[in-house]
């Protein structure tokens, strides 16, 4: 495998992980402007992804295999969690 492919699937494997950063992070605008963040926007777009791509990583490595409906649920479960304690969810 070459090194623009390996790149490739790399990008493939964390754009969920992507995606859903960016969708929480504008998310929080929409529906909870009066709720203080912990992180600016960018703070929280770069937090969620690694959390993002963690748990699709661990998914992977206990399925040994990547794109299972249960990697997706870890992945939403782990930002949610991600989301929530840069709200300060604790504090309500």
Avoid: E, I
Wanted: hydrophobic share 65%.
């Amino acid at each position: 495998m070459t090194a623009s492919t390996s790149l490739w699937h790399l990008l493939n494997f964390c754009a969920p992980a992507a995606f859903l950063a960016l969708l929480l992070v504008l998310a929080r605008w929409l529906f909870a402007r009066k709720a203080a963040p912990l992180l600016p926007w960018y703070g929280q777009l770069a937090l969620h992804f690694l959390v993002g791509s963690a748990a699709l990583f661990v998914a992977m490595l206990w399925q040994g295999r990547d794109g299972s409906l249960l990697g997706y649920a870890l992945l939403v479960l782990a930002l949610a969690s991600s989301q929530w304690a840069v709200l300060g969810g604790w504090r309500r």
